[in-house]
């Protein structure tokens, strides 16, 4: 089978695989479509926190695809049914996981990084790590269930937000854009926030969904807040940049008594001064990962319409040169692009 194999730092080529065969208590997936995200690009440079991955590794963590066999011991899903997975494993017995937060386990395991991943025109997962994709919901739009579990917990648990609420989302990486939607689902109003090496494609994009976009490097952000919320300040300000100035910047520019939720992982040390946001009473919250709950929560909204995932996603680039698609995505030439391993 064709599989995209990680062999070094930024080093990725399209190989020949043995297809692997269920054991008795395991699902056979084929791969229909997965996407590449913030993690899978780090893992392909091999920063800092990714290098305990095992190099050669298939790469991929998000995708759809359909049930191709069962093991002897599997009754909950049969051949033909469309599923994706929630590809971070908790333990299931840890404090966290008894105290009912598996998205911070103390021993997860991520696929595509721990074990073999589904880069892949075949993949084999446990049965309970499974949610069964919605008739509806095409299997194409289905792959990016996982990051839009990510926007649904920071918008749906982790947040305040309202309609009519007034919004900023920093930053239109794919968690960004997806926060965005989400949000926008609400009926809140929404801005998303972003550099000059966004605006060639990802600002544009969000533009294209219907939601305000800013420049910050060619429009003051502090005067287009004060314009859009009278002076008051962003009811809630979502930072997805992983930048460490990030958190700064939204504690600027959220009113007194809103909220910030951080969702991107700052990858340096932030410095913010508190006192404003202590007379404020500005509340700061965080949100990681996602669970069970927000994978449905994601699936019922892609059923629904809510997320127009055909604008989002981009299926321009080739499983037969990875490459391309990892250089873009660093580059901020695309938002979501995928891979596509059956028609």
């Known amino acids: 089978m064709k599989a995209i194999v990680q062999t070094g730092p930024r080093s990725i080529e399209t190989q020949e695989r043995e297809r692997p065969e269920p054991d008795d ?4 997936v084929q791969v229909h479509t997965a996407g590449l ?4 690009a780090h893992a392909y440079k091999y920063d800092g926190g990714y290098e305990w991955i095992p190099i050669p590794r298939v790469m991929g963590h998000e995708y759809s695809g359909e049930v191709a066999a069962v ?3 599997v009754e909950d899903f049969a051949v033909g049914d469309k599923v994706i997975e929630e590809p971070i494993h908790d333990c299931g017995h840890c404090f966290q996981c008894k105290n009912g937060q598996p998205n911070v386990c103390q021993n997860f395991s991520i696929t595509g990084m721990h074990r073999d991943g589904a880069y892949a025109e075949y993949v084999t997962v446990e049965p309970q790590h499974l949610h069964a994709v919605p008739e509806s919901v095409p299997l194409r739009h289905a792959a990016i269930t ?6 649904t917990r920071a918008v749906l648990e982790q947040s305040e937000t309202t309609p009519g609420d007034n919004v900023l989302v920093e930053g239109p990486g794919p968690i960004g854009v997806l926060v965005a939607a989400v949000a926008d ?3 809140a109003n929404v801005v998303v926030s972003g550099l000059e090496q966004d605006a ?6 969000v533009d294209d969904l219907g ?3 800013i420049n910050v490097q060619s429009e003051d952000l502090e005067t287009r807040s004060e314009d859009l919320t009278d002076g008051i300040g962003f009811d809630v300000v979502f930072d997805t940049t992983g930048h460490h100035t990030g958190i700064g910047t939204a504690a600027d520019l959220v009113r007194k008594g809103g909220q910030v939720v951080v969702v991107g992982i700052p990858n340096d040390a932030s410095e ?4 404003p946001v202590v007379r404020g009473e500005v509340e700061v919250n965080t949100s990681y990962g996602s669970t069970w709950t927000n994978f449905e929560q994601a699936l019922r909204l892609m059923e629904r319409g809510e997320i127009a995932v055909d604008k989002i996603l981009d299926t321009s680039y080739s499983a037969d040169d990875p490459t391309g698609a990892f250089e873009a995505f660093l580059d901020s030439e695309t938002c979501k692009p995928v891979f596509q391993f059956t028609e």
Do not use: N
């Open 71 to 73: 093991g002897d011991a």
């Open 200 to 205: 060639a494609y990802r600002l544009p994009l």
């Open 272 to 275: 913010v001064t508190l006192t």
């Open 146 to 151: 996982e990051p839009t579990s990510i926007a």
């Open 185 to 187: 689902s609400l009926g």
């Open 25 to 28: 208590d395991e699902v056979l």
């Open 211 to 213: 939601i305000d976009t």
């Open 37 to 40: 995200c913030g993690s899978d």
